[in-house]
């Protein structure tokens, strides 16, 4: 219910005011740092720090000090899970087992190749007949010295003329057949005597001709033991896997990565996201039937998901449509239509069991765009002179690392922001606050609106926004200095979004991940449908929990800016509504 000055996120990620390099925004997980040694062991004296950093408190909480249940499930920003009155199952930044937010992993004995530049680890296999040995590496061993990354042993058996391939993984045996997904697989690592830490992932052999690949999808959190708080109460996320099997438990659970990378094709992807969805309905509507007074909140991924990876098929001449000779064989170029068909029936299901008195909400916080062409604006700033490299750099090196600090005046991280190279705030500012920042963020902005892509002879950037107009509270120091309005077509570029400057200002983008809507937020706008008239104007995502607290009879706190939605009883003068 408020802007983000006052609940502190601004972007997916943050930046280290020390170092530069990027940190996750929404969650800070420290290091061990104690520990007793005995033998070779080291025992830890202390649990590491898991800290949420949104601020503020979300409804549900508020809702909870006055006893109403809310059950919240995987919506944003909400790892680790809040306490309150109430069951939480955590999302967004929730990472893999390797401490990421998402690496796959492929096996294969094909040449080496070029290192993935997203979210994959490759590791080599040799094959002895048809008989190749090989480990999953899992997280570190904070109980050894040097904590060496734990591994689980597997073997691969594959058989051409009936292209059937056998692994066998913590004493039990797969049967895997070419370009079919595996059910989720237990990956138990052994720490120490006594300790084990539990995963959970899917196998598919994609190859099996002249060469043999493996896939894995990223380590997942067992819900049934998970090594980090992923709900609330802590025995949710068990309770959940009891209740519909062993599910996705990533922050972003569709590997979207692979697919960027060509490791997987479009169907895989798909299976995947519906795999995904069907788990969440389960949980959905599990917790709607045993609701009796209160609220359900559940975000459903898949429309974010398919339409980031699939705009490529519903734009003529989008540069990732590679056709079929590329990565796709046509087959899913309606993917999109056929999930929001899809959504629409799910839709339907509810509206089944809601009651006369139910106040049902389909909303979602951005609509979609075309994602055509990337813009590196680290490579404009060193053109424009607000940037410098070090003597003898490149600027080719990922995450701003050849960047010359005590010459820079400003620089681009996260997908949106730009921040000033401030004096007392980054360590080693060269912009003084004040009337010295004021002038240099109007000289940006002057330079920036309306840049245009003289290749394409179009405009790439609409309008650049000063933070400081756009937001207030008191988490605005935090904020980026500048928020760029990308046009519909452009985002930031993935070279700019990985701090490498030395590429082109601009350039196709030709990744799976072809939609975006990191841009100007006036051309996607979000839905919002209701089965109650809405009685104010131009509802917003900011007016929504103020409304909930609203329609259970909660006065919103007054740091809440959104407006309330419904002011009467019901669209025809029904009694409030008991469920949300």
């Known amino acids: 219910g408020t802007n983000p000055g006052r609940h502190n996120i601004f972007d997916f990620l943050d930046r280290d005011r020390r170092t530069y390099l990027p940190v996750l925004s929404s969650t800070h997980i420290g290091k061990l740092e104690q520990f007793l040694k005995l033998g070779k062991f080291r025992i830890p004296l202390k649990a590491p720090v898991i800290r949420l950093l949104r601020k503020s408190k979300p409804f549900w909480s508020i809702l909870g000090e006055h006893d109403i249940w809310s059950t919240i499930l995987r919506v944003p920003i909400t790892f680790p899970p809040d306490r309150f009155r109430g069951a939480q199952l955590s999302a967004m930044s929730v990472p893999d087992l390797l401490g990421t937010q998402g ?52 073997t691969i058996t594959r058989d051409r003329e009936k292209q059937r391939a056998k692994v066998e993984l913590n004493g039990t045996v797969l049967e895997l057949e070419p370009g079919k997904l595996s059910d989720w697989v237990t990956v138990t690592f052994g720490a120490v005597p006594g300790v084990k830490v539990s995963g959970i992932t899917r196998m598919m052999v994609t190859e099996m001709d002249e060469h043999f690949s493996l896939y894995l999808t990223p380590l997942n959190i ?7 708080p992923i709900s609330h109460p802590s025995y949710y996320a068990t309770y959940l896997a009891k209740k519909v099997g062993s599910y996705s438990t990533l922050g972003l659970a569709e590997d979207t990565w692979a697919l960027n990378e060509d490791v997987i094709d479009d169907g895989t992807f798909l299976q995947q996201a519906y795999d995904i969805d069907r788990e969440r309905q389960e949980m959905f509507f599990s917790s709607l039937d045993r609701l009796r007074e209160g609220c359900v909140v559940c975000v459903f991924d898949a429309t974010d998901r398919i339409q980031h990876m699939f705009w490529r098929y519903i734009e003529d001449g989008h540069p990732a449509d590679l056709g079929t000779n590329g990565r796709s064989n046509g087959d899913h170029r309606d993917a999109i239509e056929k999930l929001y068909r ?42 424009n002179g607000y940037l410098t490299l070090k003597d ?6 990922e995450w701003l690392r050849d960047v010359d600090w005590a010459k820079t005046k400003a620089y681009a ?118 089965n109650f008239e809405v009685d104010a104007e131009d509802p917003a995502l900011i007016d929504i929990a103020p409304t ?33």
């Open 342 to 383: 899809h959504n629409d029936v799910l839709v339907g299901k509810v509206l089944e069991r809601v009651k006369p008195d139910d106040l049902l909400l389909v909303i979602s916080d951005h609509g979609f765009s075309s994602f055509r062409r990337g813009v590196n604006l680290n490579a404009w700033l060193l053109e």
């Open 103 to 154: 690496t796959f992993l492929l096996y294969t004995d094909r040449p080496a190749g070029a290192k993935f530049k997203e979210g994959g680890l490759r590791f080599p296999l040799e094959f002895t007949g048809d008989r190749a040995d090989a480990a999953i590496e899992g997280p570190e061993n904070m109980f050894l010295e040097d904590n060496p990354p734990l591994k689980v042993p597997f």
């Open 548 to 580: 909930a607290l609203h329609l259970f009879g909660v006065e919103p706190p007054k740091h809440m800016e959104g407006k309330i939605l419904f002011q009467t009883k019901s669209a025809e003068a029904a009694p409030a509504p008991q469920h949300a």
């Open 222 to 228: 067992d819900p049934d033991k998970p090594a980090m």
């Open 413 to 530: 991280l996260g997908l949106t922001g730009m921040f000033l190279n401030l004096q007392g705030r980054e360590s080693q500012g060269t912009v003084a606050p004040g009337e010295e920042a004021a002038r240099l963020k109007a000289e940006i902005i002057g330079k920036l609106n309306g840049l245009r892509d003289d290749e394409k002879d179009e405009v790439g950037i609409n309008e650049v926004f000063d933070t400081a107009v756009l937001y207030d509270g008191p988490y605005t120091q935090n904020a980026p200095d500048l928020l760029i309005g990308y046009n519909a077509g452009y985002r930031t570029s993935w070279d700019c979004a990985t701090g490498v400057v030395s590429a082109p200002l601009f350039e196709n983008n030709v990744k799976a991940w072809s939609g975006d809507h990191c841009i100007d937020p006036r051309l996607v706008p979000g839905v919002f449908f209701s």
């Open 392 to 397: 003898g750099a490149d600027g080719g090196a």
